[in-house]
């Protein structure tokens, strides 16, 4: 089974570094840039089958360690 | 009074948190992240650098450490705890502090001297300030913006939880004077019960004038001198 986790700011903090690729994005020449936020992306590979037993445990992780609530929200996918 | 200045791995302040204690005539001790138990400490310090090499996020990590339990039980029973810079973030990844350290807002490493005002001379690190005395102290950070949400700001003024802003060598609390882009221009903060402080500049560096400044030592001097206050109260 693997987890894949996305963990992005929260729109209330500032973001420079998507700032920052967006001005560069638009100065190579792509527009219709509305804006852009940058993240982070975990892969997590498990044993096991339970994807309910393992959603369980990394949504704990997620919330306590992977992501800090305070400044981040974050999505997570259980596949085979 | 004894100091215990934690050390993780990739902490690099250590040395100077314990060599500014003793500078001033007080007893200071590293102690391994893997200990499970304090010893005999009076205060707490959480020092500077880049523990387990800021991966994931500053902070994130080292607030796991073994040591971290005993801190947030010596924390919980009134004892006092500051962090500088690194332990600025891992006190609030801990949530022994409220909000959150980010990215500086020009994306900039700064490493320069910044003006402090000391917005409160009520609590145990800001008691022995000289009142009006703009502190002119370093900081080297490149993760140093203080957030926090509008609910938590409201906390922080209402029970004047922050200790010290950025402001210019007049005490102006402007946006230019901001190094990093931090809210309200905060550069520190303490804790609702005021035994827990964070501040992003390094007071260990500016302990003695050959470092270009020695207002850091007011700082420690309010930390100390809490700290017999309270063991006169204590022995009363």
Redo the contacts between chains.
């Keep these: 089974m693997k987890a894949k986790i996305i963990v992005t700011?929260k729109k209330?903090?500032?973001d420079?570094?998507g700032k920052?690729v967006q001005r560069a994005l638009e100065q190579m020449g792509y527009g219709g840039i509305r804006a852009v936020h940058v993240g982070k992306y975990l892969e997590i590979e498990l044993d096991g089958a339970d994807r309910e037993a393992a959603r369980c445990s990394l949504d704990d992780a997620c919330r306590k360690?992977?992501s800090?609530p305070?400044?981040e929200d974050y999505q997570l996918e259980i596949s085979d | 009074m004894n100091f215990v200045v934690l050390q993780f791995p990739a902490s690099n302040c250590d040395q100077d948190a314990v060599h500014a204690v003793r500078a001033l005539g007080h007893a200071a001790r590293g102690l391994w992240h893997k200990e499970t138990a304090l010893g005999d400490a009076d205060a707490v310090i959480v020092p500077g650098g880049f523990s387990y090499g800021d991966y994931l996020r500053c902070g994130a990590i080292a607030r796991f450490s073994p040591v971290m339990q005993a801190v947030k039980q010596f924390a919980e029973n009134g004892g006092w705890v500051l962090g500088i810079c690194n332990g600025f973030q891992v006190l609030t990844e801990a949530g022994l502090l409220p909000g959150a350290l980010v990215r500086n807002r020009d994306l900039q490493f700064h490493c320069e001297h910044v003006f402090l005002k000391t917005v409160t001379h009520d609590s145990p690190f800001t008691n022995r300030i000289p009142t009006g005395k703009i502190l002119r102290i370093p900081i080297a950070h490149g993760e140093g913006c203080y957030f926090a949400d509008e609910a938590t700001l409201t906390k922080l003024k209402m029970n004047n939880q922050i200790l010290w802003q950025y402001c210019d060598a007049e005490g102006r609390v402007t946006d230019a004077a901001n190094p990093n882009g931090s809210v309200w221009n905060i550069a520190g903060i303490c804790n609702e019960r005021r035994n827990v402080a964070g501040l992003m500049p390094h007071p260990e560096r500016a302990c003695e004038p050959i470092l270009g400044s020695d207002d850091g030592k007011w700082i420690f001097e309010s930390l100390i001198a809490a700290l017999q206050n309270k063991t006169i109260a204590q022995a009363a």
């Design positions: 700011p209330a903090v500032v420079p570094q920052t360690f992977l800090n305070v400044i």
